[in-house]
Antibody, heavy 117, light 113 residues
Framework: EVQLVESGGGLVQPGRSLKLSCAAS????????MAWVRQAPKKGLEWVAT????????YYPDSVKGRFTISRDNAKSSLYLQMNSLKSEDTATYYC??????????WGQGTLVTVSS | DIVMTQTPSSQAVSAGEKVTMSCKSS????????????LAWYQQKPGQSPKLLIY???TRESGVPDRFIGSGSGTDFTLTISSVQAEDLAVYYC?????????FGSGTKLEIK
């Protein structure tokens, strides 16, 4: 059974940094592109980042490019999201997701990030 | 960026009824080389994470009931639930994967009368 378990969320002040983690199990992690997708409170879904199987290629929307960095450790079956220069508009539940092609086949339960002073 | 527009934003139906919801893209999602439409549908029940329902616009994910039907091509797509059940209460999102940035529609909230 595919499992994705996020951690690392919490309350952080604007301008500060936070690193999210996602522990994957139930599949061969190194064979799949992985992603982060977020959802602001009572809002829709927004894709945040994607990383290739080896980690050599990463993709971001303009809203987070230059501030967020996605990475992975295939030996640990773990995905990460380093978030710098956080803004109030980054407040959201962050989901770890496994790609199949470029859609999202599996999702974690999410971790809430609140950016507020 | 490809903009995804979903209508209606919400609708209420009785159990057993048929419901359709629309998703339109700002440019074609049909890739001519393989004749596939790069569109997926997701269901998000209250308090849960999203779940994949359909990809390639009309291919049902394994385990998804056959009352969920995806159709359409190019820029116009539809998700049909042939006979709504109480458990289908959820928000439904479409997503294009034709190119980056990957984008979602704003969702259609399905309420059960």
């Amino acid at each position: 059974e595919v499992q994705l378990v996020e951690s690392g969320g919490g309350l952080v002040q604007p301008g500060r940094s936070l690193k999210l983690s996602c522990a994957a199990s139930g599949f061969t992690f190194s064979n799949y592109y992985m992603a982060w997708v977020r959802q602001a409170p009572k809002k829709g879904l927004e894709w945040v980042a994607t990383i290739s199987t080896s980690g050599s290629r990463t993709y971001y929307p303009d809203s987070v490019k230059g501030r967020f960095t996605i990475s992975r450790d295939n030996a640990k079956s773990s995905l990460y999201l380093q978030m710098n220069s956080l803004k109030s508009e980054d407040t959201a539940t962050y989901y770890c997701a496994r790609h199949s092609r470029d859609w999202f086949a599996y999702w974690g339960q999410g971790t809430l990030v609140t950016v507020s002073s | 960026d490809i903009v995804m527009t979903q209508t209606p934003s919400s609708q209420a139906v009785s159990a057993g009824e048929k419901v359709t919801m629309s998703c339109k893209s700002s440019q074609s999602l049909l890739y001519n080389e393989n004749k596939k439409n790069y569109l997926a549908w997701y269901q998000q029940k209250p308090g849960q994470s999203p779940k994949l329902l359909i990809y390639w616009a009309s291919t049902r994910e394994s385990g998804v009931p056959d009352r969920f039907i995806g159709s359409g091509s190019g820029t116009d797509f539809t998700l049909t639930i042939s006979s709504v059940q109480a458990e289908d209460l959820a928000v439904y999102y479409c997503q294009q994967y034709y190119n980056f940035p990957l984008t979602f529609g704003s969702g259609t909230k399905l309420e059960i009368k």
